[in-house]
């Protein structure tokens, strides 16, 4: 840690004193820079992910354009399913396919989960790449989908706006499901640690479709797989939980072994910090689509959003990836706006 030049994210992670929160934004490395464009109209998606050489390259794009606290790796992740023997096509601008989904026993009998760091050995070389080329300029983030999420593609086949298949599917048949999401935790404990070993100095696990299920059946399809996820990589590194839409789940999270908990637009900070107790580092919360507003405005409510979270405990944040539409001077003015903030400018205390 010590020969990081702004360790700020791991500050605010293990609770030390911070002299202003640490900033980045989901999505930060990709389509709404030029300079990723270009890139794009180069090499399909699947090309960039899987090049060391390409996937340090967009990483380090926004480190160098925005400014921000911490670099997270260019990578997707359905590298899991991959890695466990599905095929996963990747359409620009449709989102992905997974031809062939789970549907029987015999489907998850078929999946592997062993030899994931040599599988999956390209993010590990775009890790190590990357975090030579920022030579301790911040921190690397490195991540992976949680099970919940991986499932609903896996049994699904591509993205929905309910998961209904993927919620049918675990309330017809839970012992099929858990076996599936224990396969997938399992692989994905793998897979973590490999990244941690490459470099990542923060983990964090994206539950983007954890909303949709009801407090009880995220107690019991989701919960129990983050939790294993934090309590297996505690020692390594700081997890990051991101149950996006969950913000019931957050008073249960708060006090598992995470170092930080994501929260969207739809909970307030005072309500997150209460369920939480100020027990745990949020990450968040602002609308990606409030990008949009006038510079000055994005600013103002960048302050007003650090003033109600406080200065401590807290890392600035979006709700959700950045759009594909927003202006780089928007992302850069969100950035800036945190890096211009005191506790007096936005009068946030502990």
């Given amino acids: 840690m010590s020969e990081l030049k702004n360790d700020l994210l791991l500050r605010a992670l293990n609770q030390e004193k911070v002299e202003r929160p640490p900033v980045w934004m989901m999505r930060q490395a990709g389509r709404y820079l ?5 890139l794009r109209e180069k090499y399909d998606f699947f090309t960039r992910v899987q090049t060391p050489e390409l996937a340090a390259e967009i990483t380090l794009q926004p480190i160098n354009r925005l400014g921000v606290d911490a670099a997270i790796i260019f990578s997707d992740i359905l590298v899991i ?8 096509l ?4 449709k989102g992905p396919l997974l ?3 789970i549907k029987t026993e015999k489907d998850i009998n ?6 994931v760091e040599e599988k999956l050995g390209y993010v590990m070389k775009a890790l190590t790449l990357t975090k030579k080329e920022l030579n301790g300029e911040v921190p690397l983030i490195g991540f992976a989908g949680a099970p919940w999420t991986i499932l609903c593609y896996m049994v699904e086949g591509k993205g929905s706006k309910t998961w209904e298949k993927a919620k049918q599917f675990c309330f017809t048949q839970p012992e ?3 076996r599936l999401l224990q396969k997938i935790t399992d692989t994905t404990i793998s897979y973590l640690k490999a990244q941690t070993k490459a470099g990542a100095d ?3 696990v994206f539950d983007s479709w954890s909303g949709c299920l009801s407090p009880e059946d995220f107690r019991l399809f989701a919960q129990p797989y983050l939790v294993k996820i934090a309590d297996a990589l505690a020692n390594e590194a700081p997890v990051i939980l991101f149950p996006k839409g969950s913000w019931y789940a957050l008073k249960e999270l708060s006090e598992s072994s995470a170092s930080g908990l994501g929260i969207d637009w739809c909970i307030t900070p005072k309500m997150a910090r209460e369920l939480t107790g100020n027990r745990i580092t949020l990450q968040g919360n602002f609308d990606p689509a409030k990008l949009l507003l006038p510079v000055a405005e994005i600013k103002k409510e960048v302050k007003k959003m650090i003033h109600e979270f406080g200065f401590q405990k807290y890392i600035v ?3 959700h990836g950045i759009t594909p539409n927003i202006p780089v001077d928007h992302a850069k003015a969100f950035v800036d706006a945190v890096k211009d903030s005191s506790p007096n400018s936005s009068k946030g205390g502990e």
């Fill in 34 to 38: 030029p300079e990723y464009i270009k």
């Fill in 176 to 178: 099929m499901a858990h």
């Fill in 202 to 204: 923060v983990l964090q």
């Fill in 99 to 101: 031809p062939n989904v």
């Fill in 110 to 115: 078929c999946l592997f989960t062993d030899r």
């Fill in 90 to 93: 990747m359409e620009e601008g």
């Fill in 317 to 319: 944040n979006l709700g």
């Fill in 81 to 88: 399913p991959q890695a466990m023997g599905m095929q996963v």
